[in-house]
């Protein structure tokens, strides 16, 4: 009989403790081959669903999963742990996104991906295992086993053999979901990298104009058919529970935004949400928005604006800086 799985949880990626461990059961070179891919396997899986909830809790079932292996005195060696682990993480999240699925189905309003505060890249090179916020919508509409070999093959250079393993498909079968999952992706969204200096100066132009009440400002950075996703989720501000396209229509409800905004005032800290610049938005120590927006290709303007106030999304948040 398996014995029961270790008790303790692994530390989440901004906590810094390392994680109990029964020192008769797990030898240290398991926890720290686990710590060793944990940043991986969050991308991995981030990408795949979209909330950071949702990739924390399947990270932890991975490793109640990989100390139980190995504290049964039979276990034999991993050979390749990265591997082994990737393969875990992959076919917990496709299990997960059902149930999100069916969250989807019933959720108010639009649905965008949860906020992901990330380390900027040294050197202010930019990392590829961050997609944009406009990317992940458009994985949304994606099948699960589409999204999965997109991820692991586009964004992190896996290979379609090593892909067809993790899947347990064949690579004949990988290569047609990564062609289809490819050109959808492109007919949705043309790929293109707005410069990271430019991108961040448009957002901070953005954000001072819409919360600062700026009208004549604030058309200034939108395109004409700028398009505006909210997302409140039902719990938070969110102006339609539809997008919003326009330029005229989406100023209009900024400068509501700016009227409605809390009297004891707010501020606003510039973070990177996964590969975008992002604003969020607080009052005191309160998550109110994160807002990212998205540039028209190869200009200064912006084609759409993603803003989420459901707080559910956002109490991850509390303790950015």
Not at 44 to 73: C, F, K
Not at 197 to 218: I, M, N, P
Not at 291 to 307: C, E, K, Q, R
Request: aromatic content about 6%; cysteine-free.
């Amino acid at each position: 009989m398996t014995p029961d799985p270790p008790s303790e949880r692994i530390p989440e990626p901004r906590s810094g403790r390392i994680p109990a461990r029964p020192a008769d059961r797990i030898p240290d070179s398991v926890t720290d081959a686990f710590l060793g891919h944990r940043e991986l396997l969050f991308s991995v899986t981030y990408n795949m669903l979209g909330t950071v909830a949702d990739t924390e809790d399947v990270l932890q079932e991975v490793w109640l999963a990989w100390a139980a292996r190995h504290a049964r005195p039979d276990a034999a060696p991993v050979d390749n742990p990265r591997a082994y682990l990737v393969r875990a993480a992959v076919n917990q999240a496709l299990a997960r996104r059902a149930a999100m699925s069916r969250r989807q189905e019933t959720y108010v309003g639009s649905w965008l991906p949860e906020p992901r505060v990330t380390e900027e890249a040294p050197d202010g090179a930019e990392r590829a295992e961050q997609l944009s916020m406009a990317v992940l919508v458009v994985l949304e509409s994606l099948s699960p086993l589409e999204r999965a070999v997109f991820v692991l093959h586009d964004v992190f250079g896996f290979a379609h053999p090593e892909i067809a393993g993790i899947l347990d498909r064949s690579p004949a079968a990988v290569r047609q979901l990564a062609t289809r999952a490819r050109r959808h992706v492109r007919d949705r969204r043309p790929r293109h990298r707005p410069r990271p200096d430019v991108h961040a100066e448009v957002t901070e132009k953005f954000a001072e104009a819409a919360l600062g009440g700026d009208l004549r400002a604030l058309m200034e950075v939108l395109a004409p058919d700028v398009t505006l996703w909210t997302d409140g989720g039902g719990k938070g501000p969110a102006v339609s529970l539809h997008p919003v396209r326009g330029r005229d229509r989406v100023a209009a409800v900024f400068a509501a935004v700016a009227r409605a905004m809390p009297p004891q005032g707010f501020d606003i800290r510039y973070r990177r949400v996964a590969a975008d610049p992002g604003a969020l938005v607080f009052s005191g120590d309160s998550p109110l928005a994160v807002v990212v927006v998205d540039l028209v290709p190869g200009g200064d303007t912006i084609a759409s604006v993603f803003s989420v106030t459901n707080p559910d999304k956002l109490v991850h948040l509390r303790s950015v800086p």
